[in-house]
Nanobody, 129 residues
Framework: QVQLAESGGGLVQAGGSLRLSCAAS????????LGWFRQAPGKEREFVAT????????YYADSVKGRFTISRDNPKTMVYLQMNSLKPEDTAVYYC??????????????????????WGQGTQVTVSS
């Protein structure tokens, strides 16, 4: 069974940075896609970023492009989300998610939460103005 555990959330001032971590276990992840989603109070869960474990192809939501970077550490089976230039509208619970996908994301990125099978418990990020 795939298990995902997020960490690294917290309170930060606008313009600051945080790095979220997601520890993945229970499988060999070479054919998996890992993603970050977020959900603010009263809003739908929304896509933030995704990365293919095998070839490292990445996609970002327009709202975070240029500010956030998703990366992976293969030996440690960790996925990270480096968040810079944070804004109050980035405040949300951030979730790590995974799905088995044996193909390249090059032309078919996994951008919808319904496409992911495994989820972590989430970590709160609060950005003060």
């Amino acid at each position: 069974q795939v298990q995902l555990a997020e960490s690294g959330g917290g309170l930060v001032q606008a313009g600051g940075s945080l790095r979220l971590s997601c520890a993945a276990s229970g499988r060999t992840f070479s054919s998996y896609v890992l993603g970050w989603f977020r959900q603010a109070p009263g809003k739908e869960r929304e896509f933030v970023a995704t990365i293919s474990w095998s070839d490292g192809i990445r996609y970002y939501a327009d709202s975070v492009k240029g500010r956030f970077t998703i990366s992976r550490d293969n030996p440690k089976t960790m996925v990270y989300l480096q968040m810079n230039s944070l804004k109050p509208e980035d405040t949300a619970v951030y979730y790590c998610a995974a799905v088995y996908y044996g193909y390249s994301q090059y032309n078919s990125p996994k951008l919808r939460s319904s496409e992911y099978a495994f989820w972590g418990q989430g970590t709160q990020v609060t950005v003060s103005s």
